[in-house]
């Protein structure tokens, strides 16, 4: 089973939410929250923290990642696990090969033609929107 993680970023109003623009396949050209492979052996929360600070410069001294939820593919034999964080204060970020952008609520995260993961990140903000998060 391959293992992936993806990691969604509020800032600190929990206005907007990050994402990046993927520059390579899976799924380039479209929208989608940071996140990569987790390596065989690697501690799960180690993975989400270091792939955020490796494609954005977000470290844990900016936020708190909590396990949101995770997705399980059994056919195609791969696991997702989704992060999710407040930005505490405002970061600088650097990315690194794919473009970062905040996008608001207003979006269609459904769009397929804009957004990742075939509708799974529409369902993901529904989640999200009706979850409390504290700062
Ligand atoms: N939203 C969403 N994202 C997905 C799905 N499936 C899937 O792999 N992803 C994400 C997880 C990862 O963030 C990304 C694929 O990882 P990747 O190919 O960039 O991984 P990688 O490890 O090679 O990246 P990197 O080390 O080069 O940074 O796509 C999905 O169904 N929905």
Request: hydrophobic letters at 40%; a negative charge.
């Amino acid at each position: 089973m391959k293992s992936y993680n993806c990691i969604i970023v509020l800032n600190k109003e929990k206005d907007r939410i990050l994402f990046c623009k993927r520059m390579k396949d899976p799924y380039e050209g479209l929208y989608n929250f940071v996140g990569g492979k987790i390596e065989e052996g690697e501690d799960s929360l180690a993975a989400a923290y270091r792939e955020l600070y490796e494609e954005t410069g977000i470290t844990d001294k900016d936020i708190i990642l909590y396990p949101f939820m995770d997705y399980i593919w059994h056919f195609q034999q791969i696991r997702m696990e989704v992060y999710v964080g407040v930005l505490k204060n405002e970061v600088e970020l650097q990315r690194e090969k794919h473009p970062l952008c905040w996008l608001d609520f207003s979006q269609d995260f459904f769009d397929m033609k804009l957004f990742a993961g075939e509708g799974n990140i529409g369902h993901m903000i529904e989640i999200l929107k009706m979850t409390k998060l504290s700062d």
